[in-house]
């Protein structure tokens, strides 16, 4: 953890570059700061935050910069959510009460007011629950050469999923000794019940066997396939306002990520929601790719009638974390709401 005055200093350049997208110097710093501190001080402890990778210098500027690292922290650990806005509380309110739009129309025009307020563009995943009483019969494992081995999941209304392991990055014995988990665990379970299954399934396959998390999220992408899913991609034209965004390669790769997601894709998201109700995931940076270590994703899951919906918004790092946060609470405060209202 950091110091008192590390923290205070880290979270105003934090803030303060959101705002302005210019590097923060010592002067800003002093202006803004609460506590009794010189400037030299401030200049001590924020050459010690940039020698901890906390921040970063931009070119020659005597101002400093957030990392993905100092963001982290800063979301982890300082981020405060802003007063509530009566205003966009009403509004939203209004879409999602609204008897004459459908549940689609409802996270459409939500995610519409959100990206236009975060300058993110918003991908709304909603898997369908028209397959509910779809669930695994039965699994099998095939070697097919030293190298290459095939999982069969045999689906209750008699279609096969199949996935292919490179058995360099997974042993046999692995796989059989997940299969028997999985079979133990996930025999005759609806399909749109198994999110509930994680926790046990993860603490016995730790326990088990190696590269765990890969076998795990592999197995369950591969029966997911067969859930049906609908997809829509709102607010790229807000995205673009950022400046982040005016290299051409850059934005060709924001935009094929956001195309290329699907209903498993943010399974870490789907996963840890079930776990804990409408928890909001935060990718930053190098977390998300190399390539695209300016970008920041935030997503959380819930029910809705039609099934679980993802609501994922992506836009650069520096976005005003505390205000997207609040709208996405906000946003899943209204859905559940309405759910139980209706239940």
Known sequence: MLKQRQAEILKIIVSEYIKTNQPIGSKTIQELITISVSSATI????AALEETGFLEKEHTSSGRVPSTKGYRYYVDNLMTFDTEDKTLREKLKAIIYSRKSNIDEVLEEAAKIISEITKMSAVV?????????LAVKKMDLIPLSKTLALVTFVLSDGNIQTETFNLSNVSIDDLKIAIKIFSDCLIDTPLNEIENNMENLKEILAQSINNYEYI???FIGTILEKQSSKKEIVGIKNMLENPEFNDTNKLKKVISL????????????NYSASQKQNIITTKIGEEISEELSDLTILETTFQTKQGSTTLSLVGPK??????????????TEFINSEGEENG
Not at 43 to 46: H, P, T
Not at 318 to 331: E, G, M, P, T, V
Request: proline share 0%; hydrophobic share 35%; charged share 20%.
């Open 43 to 46: 200049r001590n402890e924020s």
């Open 125 to 133: 995943v909603t898997n369908q629950n028209n397959q509910k009483l």
């Open 216 to 218: 795990l999220q592999t």
């Open 258 to 269: 956001m195309e290329g997601m699907s209903s498993f894709d943010w399974f870490d998201a």
């Open 318 to 331: 520096r976005i005003d974390y505390s205000q997207a946060n609040h709208l996405i609470k906000l946003f």
